[in-house]
């Protein structure tokens, strides 16, 4: 059974996601085929393109380009968008030193309540073993 919405009738907006554009292109392959899908995404782009802010599309994406290219259509690529491209490579890096940070933080606290717990506990059972060992200690021998 063919879709019963009509995908031309839904164009993404100038603020739409690189997401939504990627699942209007394809209500539109699963009702027009491939080639009218293609066209149709194009014109829409374009026009998309023209109303935009100084050509700025947080749509354009690597996913929208990566998964436009493996349909046939290639969007033009300019400095801003290698910029934006680049940008979020670090962020994701960025985010990832973060997550690891996080995890190794947690790793040493773990570590370290392993280690301090038991020794606690030990003080807690015999604290005269550690005030006899406080008064022969002598620092620097």
Do not use: C
């Not at 009509?6 to 209500?27: D, F, G, L, M, R």
């Not at 259509?73 to 934006?84: K, P, R, V, W």
């Not at 973060?98 to 392993?114: D, W």
């Amino acid at each position: 059974m063919k879709n019963l919405i009509n995908p031309t009738q839904s164009v993404p907006s100038t603020a739409s996601t690189a997401a939504a554009w990627i699942e209007w292109h394809k209500a539109l392959r699963a009702r027009y085929g491939k080639p009218t899908a293609n066209q149709l995404f194009l014109e829409a782009w374009q026009k998309r393109q023209k109303a935009g802010f100084l050509g700025l599309n947080d749509a354009n994406t690597v996913e929208l380009r990566d998964y436009l290219k493996k349909e046939g259509i290639t969007l033009e690529n300019g400095a801003l968008d290698f910029t934006e491209d680049l940008m979020d490579t670090v962020e994701g890096w960025l985010s990832f030193g973060s997550n690891l940070g996080k995890f190794l933080t947690l790793a040493v606290v773990v570590v370290l309540l392993l280690l301090l717990v038991p020794l606690a506990l030990q003080i807690g059972r015999n604290p005269k073993l550690i005030l006899d060992a406080a008064k022969t200690f002598r620092p620097g021998l």
